[in-house]
């Protein structure tokens, strides 16, 4: 064995190399879990007891001679790559620009809205995405049979007392009235969650912003007049709008609010399903149970509330016929949006 690692030690000071892949073959041969050192190590308990201290020194020196010329070699060739590298650059060359993003088209759509309504005097409320049942459901004079408490409708997290993922950003109105006197005049922006199947028109995900609007004498004719030139500031002044009686807890009288088609000009096409018309949000005035329950006097306030999906919206600008696409990251589609906003 002692001749052995005499040979192999002549073998290891008298390797050299200037490529990485040399240097790894030689590391694996000698080095490796298999390799030659590592295996003589396993044989060193075969030597006899007289010879164990001599044979044990040169072994260890072959093992450390091993690792530093893998150890050397690496540095020198990485040393010698860098710097041929940095010599064979064309100074002259104009420099690799750093490509810009661009906002995702449901935050265009979103910051256009709050600045519509800022103009307005709305501002901008907050709150958790995660509920309990009194801001989601019951302060909102949502019966206690009521669809959307199902489990088939909503997120639940907890059972007795109910916590789940907001329904509607509606709850952050909620808060607002509770900790707020009037005049309130107030949009959310937010995510919501729904337990909805996924399709082209529909998802799980989806973003809303809601409008709140209370004082005294505040009348349907307002709501309207507000919703008139929202609609004209984001689809053009020639937009015309419509409102359909509808039915919400929280909303009495309630309404769904269509626009003229911006794709076809109201004359009928499939995005209108040959209507002229698309509906973009629902609205009405807030019931005076649900100011009773914020402890705001319905003897003396009264508001009107709107909330519209900013996926539909953004759908209805840009055009876009599939809802999933704001939710795959797909890069081709991302990049056709800029803004400034």
């Known amino acids: ?13 008298a390797f050299s190399t200037e490529n990485h892949e040399d240097l790894e073959l030689f ?15 396993a044989d060193f308990k075969s030597v006899p007891k007289e010879e164990r201290k001599v044979i044990g020194q040169i072994l260890n020196k072959l093992k450390n001679d091993a690792q530093d010329k893998v150890s050397a ?4 060739i990485e040393k010698k790559f860098i ?9 002259s060359l104009p420099a690799n620009f750093i490509n810009l993003g661009s906002r995702h088209p449901l935050s265009i759509t979103r910051n256009e809205i709050i600045q ?27 019966p206690v049979d009521h669809p959307a ?20 950003t509606s709850s952050v109105q909620v ?39 209370i004082d005294k004498d505040v009348s349907f004719a307002d709501l309207k007049q507000t919703l008139l030139y929202f609609s004209r500031e984001m689809f053009g002044s020639d937009t015309k709008i419509r409102l359909r009686p509808s039915y919400f807890p929280f909303t009495e009288p309630s309404a769904e609010m269509d626009i003229s088609c911006n794709i076809c000009g109201g004359n009928g096409c499939n995005i209108c399903k040959y ?48 809802i999933r696409l704001f939710f795959e990251n797909d890069l081709r589609f991302l990049k056709q949006f800029e803004s400034t906003l």
């Open 1 to 13: 064995m002692k001749e052995k690692i005499k040979q192999l030690l002549q073998e290891i000071q």
């Open 27 to 41: 590391r694996i041969k000698f080095l490796s879990k298999k390799g030659i050192i590592p295996s003589m190590f």
């Open 73 to 76: 070699l690496k540095l020198l």
């Open 83 to 91: 710097v041929s590298d940095e010599s064979s650059k064309d100074l």
């Open 116 to 142: 519509i309504f800022s103009r307005l005097g709305y501002t901008i409320s907050r709150g958790p995405e995660i509920e309990d049942d009194w801001h989601n459901f019951t302060s909102l004079n949502f």
């Open 149 to 168: 408490r199902d489990m088939q409708d909503t997120f639940f997290i907890e059972k007795n007392p109910d916590i789940s993922l907001r329904t509607h």
């Open 175 to 213: 808060r607002v009235m509770e900790n707020e006197k009037p005049p309130i005049r107030t949009i959310s922006p937010g995510r919501v969650f729904r337990n909805e199947a996924i399709s082209a028109r529909a998802h799980c995900i989806f973003h809303q912003i809601e409008g709140l609007y």
């Open 275 to 322: 209507t002229g018309w698309v509906e973009i949000l629902g609205c009405g005035m807030v019931d005076p149970n649900v100011l009773k329950n914020c402890n705001i006097d319905n003897d003396i306030y009264t508001g009107f509330a709107f909330g519209m999906g900013i996926e539909r919206i953004c759908m209805l600008k840009y055009q876009i016929n599939d």
